[in-house]
């Protein structure tokens, strides 16, 4: 074995392949038909969007867990610790499975050079084989037409909402990211797409392809009745479903997704109302608007998009406020910053930008200098990371104040430790 270390191992990955993102399937589909991966045995559900593929992927999960169903779960980034990433019946997969996983992988791609999301998709599926899961829930790292997930065919294919990120490498327009996301959908099987106002790319996909596409607002529908909703599909009725979320309601669009994945797979993996009902009143998703109580509010939310910001901003407006937000900041450098600049400064009052511990973080002086260049120049501080930036915050609160951690999971992550919030 290369190493015995999960963080040895961590550290060559990342070093290993020339750069950090490198789309396309062939390097990552040759290592696992090495490894014999390619005709699982499994059921998979494949998903991919811009904004809401962990917390639809933690449902999904977490439902067919509870109903006795063996579930393995492939997601990123991680928050606290790379184990988060890959978990089989809910619980995180050991180190020791990790580091095996590893070198197995190692072992059959010769001399084939993998990225560090490669890696972890391969020692996700090895670990799913070994233990002997009945369904996979995998989901995609950037994109999906060309991301590493996208190696197997998804039995089923879950498209979360669709808008600008990774403009870069995806597109400038919902409709070219939507052209992306839809390629994990395939011929003849069935997808769900949660987002009501879906791209016509991807429309135009499921029909080119023989997919049989069903679409929030058009195939099946929500309606929330105070603390509690309804979900409609045909002549399917739910009702007096709990709220996944009581301050996110960003979530029942996920929930309803995940719903009529379920919906389509009941055949095959059956599941009791009341073991959705039963689900839903539990979930809590560390780092999506998760608000912490203490000696003043603090919100911990992984937004760092356009999108996912302004959810953050209509969120934070329902708590009705009485005081000042503090925000603390940090971005990675491929991110659209002025957007989510923008989006946040609309109730935004005090901002306190960090820089990222991480090669792909952004510098503090880059984000200030983007505040500058938008007008915002009072009110705001910069801090090496978010340890300084919240021992400085928490030095000026008043009453009626809170504390809002964003832009990024590594800086949600770096406040978690902070404050030694568990999940």
């Given amino acids: 074995m290369r190493f015995h270390s999960l963080t040895d191992w961590l550290k060559w990955q990342e070093e290993l392949h020339f750069t950090e993102v490198d789309l396309g399937l062939e390097r990552c589909g040759k290592v696992a038909r090495r490894m014999n991966l390619l005709s699982p045995e499994f059921f998979i559900v494949s998903i991919a969007g811009t904004n809401g593929k962990g917390s639809s992927a933690n449902m999904l999960e977490r439902i067919l867990c509870n109903a006795n169903h063996k579930i393995g779960t492939f997601t990123s980034p991680h928050l606290l610790r790379y184990n988060e990433r890959i978990r089989i019946d809910g619980e995180e997969v050991s180190d020791d499975s990790l580091c095996h996983a590893f070198d197995w992988t190692d072992q059959a791609r010769g001399d084939i050079s993998l990225t560090y ?85 991807v429309i135009s996909h499921a029909l080119e392809n023989d997919t049989e596409l069903k679409i929030l607002g058009r195939d099946f529908t929500i309606e929330i009745n105070g603390d509690s909703w309804i979900w409609k599909s045909d002549a399917k009725v739910l009702s007096d479903l709990p709220k996944p979320s009581l301050l996110d309601n960003k979530q029942i669009q996920n929930a309803a997704g995940v719903l009529k994945v379920l919906d389509i797979i009941s055949d095959e993996f059956p599941v009791e109302l009341e073991t959705i009902k039963a689900s839903f009143k539990k979930y809590q998703l560390p780092g999506r608007f998760q608000v912490i109580n203490r000696e003043v509010p603090i919100v911990l939310d992984v937004a760092h998009n356009r999108q996912s910001a302004e959810g953050l901003v209509e969120n934070l407006l329902q708590l009705s406020i009485c005081g000042r937000i503090y925000l603390v900041i940090g971005m990675l450098k491929t991110k659209n910053h002025r957007l989510v600049i923008e989006t946040l400064s609309k109730i935004v009052e005090f901002w306190y930008v960090v820089s990222i511990e991480s090669d792909g973080g952004e510098g503090k002086r880059i984000l200030c200098n983007e505040l500058s260049s938008l007008g915002y120049t009072a009110n705001v501080e910069s801090a090496d990371n978010v340890k300084h930036a919240l021992e400085t915050v928490y030095g000026r609160l008043q009453k009626d104040d809170i504390i809002v951690v964003t832009g990024s999971f590594l800086t949600v992550g770096a406040a978690m430790k902070w404050l030694k919030v568990e999940h």
Avoid: W
């Fill in 117 to 201: 999301f490669e890696f972890g998709t391969l020692a996700a599926l090895e670990l799913f084989r070994e233990s002997g899961v009945e369904l996979a829930i995998l989901e995609v790292g950037l994109g999906g037409r060309l991301d590493a997930v996208n190696i197997l065919d998804a039995d089923v294919a879950l498209l979360c909402t669709i808008d600008l990120d990774h403009e870069y490498l995806l597109g400038n327009s919902r409709d070219q990211i939507g052209y992306e996301k839809a390629g994990i959908m395939r011929s003849n099987h069935p997808a769900v797409c949660s987002d009501p106002i879906t791209p016509q790319s």
